[in-house]
């Protein structure tokens, strides 16, 4: 066996040692904070609790870790309701019993989603799993396309639906509080500074409550 082939082993061995030990540091380095290629990877909670969402998740992630810091929160820009059965997947796939997942999906509409999709993506969690269902709203009258208005009062009422037929399963009631205080919107759907604050409130409010 030649000097040179013995180098390009040894390197080849090396490599694979460390994609293999890359996912466990990775989980720790990016606990709640996913960006890039894996920006719908999940790492590990040891709460047992997971934040599914799209911009305003990622936008009050500071506000929801500075009140739990141990909760695992994944929130992307533009990610649309559609993607809730692939982040379920994804709890999934890092805790089989996870105590806790907020879902905060559903200002970024999808033309085929429907009642049945929000229930089959939930159902895939056990049923002992508390679910936390974010309202979405936009506000009518503004800059949002009116097809988005509707499809986001639609989404929150199929999210009320769900919640009345699982247990362990409530809703965080944000449509209702944007609508409220329209001051806490600076856009009529993504919340100010203050407004993520009680955006974060809420949801802790409304975990503390569900049972």
């Not at 606990?31 to 040891?46: F, I, K």
């Not at 994804?90 to 009642?115: C, H, I, M, T, Y």
């Not at 639906?161 to 809703?171: D, G, I, L, S, W």
């Amino acid at each position: 066996m030649s000097h040179r082939y013995l180098l390009r082993l040894t390197a080849l061995v090396s490599g694979l040692v460390l994609l293999g030990a890359a996912p466990a540091t990775a989980g720790r380095e990016l606990h709640g904070r996913q960006v890039g290629p894996a920006a719908s990877r999940l790492a590990w909670s040891d709460a047992g609790t997971y934040v599914l969402g799209d911009s305003i998740t990622a936008e009050g992630t500071a506000e929801l870790q500075a009140r739990r810091p141990r909760w695992t929160i994944n929130g992307l820009h533009g990610r649309p309701v559609s993607t809730l059965p692939l982040m379920v997947a994804n709890v999934r796939a890092v805790d089989q019993r996870p105590f806790r997942v907020v879902v905060e999906l559903g200002s970024n509409q999808s033309p085929a989603w429907s009642k049945s999709d929000y229930r089959a993506a939930i159902d895939a969690l056990p049923t002992s799993t508390r679910v936390l269902l974010v309202t979405p709203y936009k506000q009518p009258g503004g800059h949002w396309a009116p097809k988005g208005v509707q499809a986001t009062t639609r989404y929150a009422r199929w999210m009320q639906q769900v919640a009345r037929e699982r247990p362990h399963t409530c809703v965080v009631p944000w449509r209702a509080k944007a609508a409220a205080h329209p001051e806490w919107l600076r856009d009529g759907l993504h919340p100010t500074d203050d407004g993520y604050a009680h955006w974060a409130d809420l949801i802790l409010e409304t975990d503390s409550t569900c049972r």
